[in-house]
């Protein structure tokens, strides 16, 4: 689980660098 979410954390930081709105909303 604990590397699930640290890769997740990462995608959501790539992708609120392309993008303006949050990862998570968007999920």
């Known amino acids: ?3 699930l979410s640290k ?3 990462a ?3 790539l ?3 392309n993008k ?3 990862v ?3 999920l």
């Open 15 to 17: 992708v609120e660098r």
């Open 7 to 9: 890769r997740k954390q």
């Open 24 to 26: 998570m909303e968007a």
């Open 1 to 3: 689980m604990a590397k």
């Open 11 to 13: 995608l959501t930081g």
């Open 20 to 22: 303006p709105y949050p």
